[in-house]
């Protein structure tokens, strides 16, 4: 806090977790004009036109960074301590970040025009920019990059728990951009009392948006379930499954639980199911994990077994034929008494062709064609069933 003569530093508890009884900790004796000043864990950075002057607790000025344009934005993206780095836009359209331990700017992008708003992604990969045109600008901050642009924004900021996901304001609606993916839209839920001032974006963490509105923090929660699904379509099923974690619904876990199934992805599907507490297919995966360590790794085995639970039987028996094992796909027709579907199954030779027609015979007494029973057991060559069959039924012919 800066009084006329003075800036006092307060510091909370660490011992407490979310204490708000914060004491003053150091206090700087001096008159430092600025418009407008950061705190990082071991200095105080004050900005003047075009200087940013970084001094430490005790006051003494340690460095200097002059600009060559004055400063029109400010954004401490943090860091480790003394290793903080701060944001820079400038009037002259540059883009910069300073480490408070390094006295050399480094430019990050280059715009025609006026910056408002700076932020970059959690990971230090992405660099977004808005400039007096109301345009939002997304670079590469590696290579400068152009990544992508959305007109009507006014400010933005970077999800701290997603890397790739950026939410920014403007004409009263909140968008989120997920990488390359449709913006998705959103009405501002904070009254409108001044579109200029009007919820102003100042933080975005898991599934929060952090409005300030005049003098009111407001939090907005907005849904990333589109998303999810489009990184499924793409089979990028680590994205969707770190994007799911921000806080998804049961029906979009189990989706991407059978999406991870079906691309062989079974630690992340057990990781989906585990969250819905899907016990069946937490099972499957357990009989999976147990066949593997027996050797028995063969993938289309272990998609037909899955497809199978799901209750999509053609499809099971095209991976248990595609994995060499055709006899599992007679046996699981014939159990479902699909007779006509397991003969195209069957493996050549007079046991499998026996062994469905005893079955196919067995479900025939059970639906009370005594007759027809007795006709598949002697084609089956089980001539003591079908006299048995004919004894109990006393036909004489």
């Not at 705190?39 to 005790?58: A, E, G, P």
């Not at 820079?88 to 480490?99: A, R």
């Not at 147990?290 to 063969?298: D, Q």
């Not at 993938?299 to 095209?318: E, K, P, T, V, W």
Request: proline residues 3%; contains cysteine.
């Amino acid at each position: 806090i800066q009084t006329l003569d003075k800036i006092l530093i307060y510091e909370a508890p660490g011992d407490v977790p979310h204490d708000m009884k914060y004491k003053t900790t150091f206090k700087i004796n001096k008159n430092i004009e600025c418009s407008s000043m950061i705190v990082t864990s071991s200095y105080i950075i004050t900005c003047q036109d075009k200087r940013l002057h970084c001094f430490n607790f005790s006051g003494e000025e340690i460095r200097v960074w002059q600009m060559d344009s004055p400063i029109r934005y400010l954004k401490l993206i943090g860091g480790p301590s003394e290793y903080e780095s701060v944001l820079i836009g400038l009037k002259n359209g540059g883009v910069y970040q300073v480490f408070v331990n390094n006295p050399f700017p480094q430019l990050l992008a280059k715009q025609n025009s006026v910056i408002y708003c700076v932020d970059m992604n959690v990971n230090r990969t992405k660099v977004a920019i808005i400039d007096d045109t109301l345009t939002l600008f997304v670079y590469n901050a590696r290579t400068k990059e152009l990544l992508y642009q959305e007109p009507n924004a006014q400010t933005v900021a970077w999800n701290i728990s997603f890397p790739d996901m950026l939410a920014f304001s403007g004409d009263g609606f909140i968008n989120i951009k997920v990488a390359d993916f449709p913006v998705y839209r959103q009405n501002l839920q904070v009254p409108m009392i001044d579109a200029e001032v009007s919820g102003l974006i100042v933080g975005f963490n898991g599934c929060t948006i952090y409005l300030l509105h005049l003098c009111t923090m407001s939090g907005i929660t907005v849904p990333v379930t589109d998303a999810v699904y489009r990184y499924m379509g793409k089979r990028q099923l680590d994205n969707a499954y770190h994007l799911a974690c921000l806080g998804e619904t049961s029906k979009t876990w189990e989706a991407l639980g059978h999406a991870c199934l079906e691309q062989g992805q079974f630690n992340l599907a057990k990781k989906c199911f585990s969250r819905i507490r899907d016990v069946k297919y937490l099972n499957l995966l357990a009989q999976f994990e147990e066949a593997t360590k027996r050797g028995e790794n063969k993938m289309n085995i272990y998609l037909g077994d899955y497809y199978a639970y799901s209750g999509r039987f053609q499809d099971a028996a095209r991976n248990y034929q595609h994995g060499g094992a055709p006899e599992r796909a007679m046996t699981m027709f014939s159990d479902l008494r699909m007779f006509d579907q397991a003969k195209e199954y069957m493996v050549a030779g007079d046991m499998d062709q026996q062994k469905l027609l005893n079955k196919q015979a067995e479900w025939a007494i059970t639906m009370n064609e005594q007759r027809r029973a007795a006709e598949l057991f002697v084609a089956a060559n089980d001539y003591q069933k079908a006299i048995d069959l004919a004894g109990k039924n006393k036909w004489t012919d």
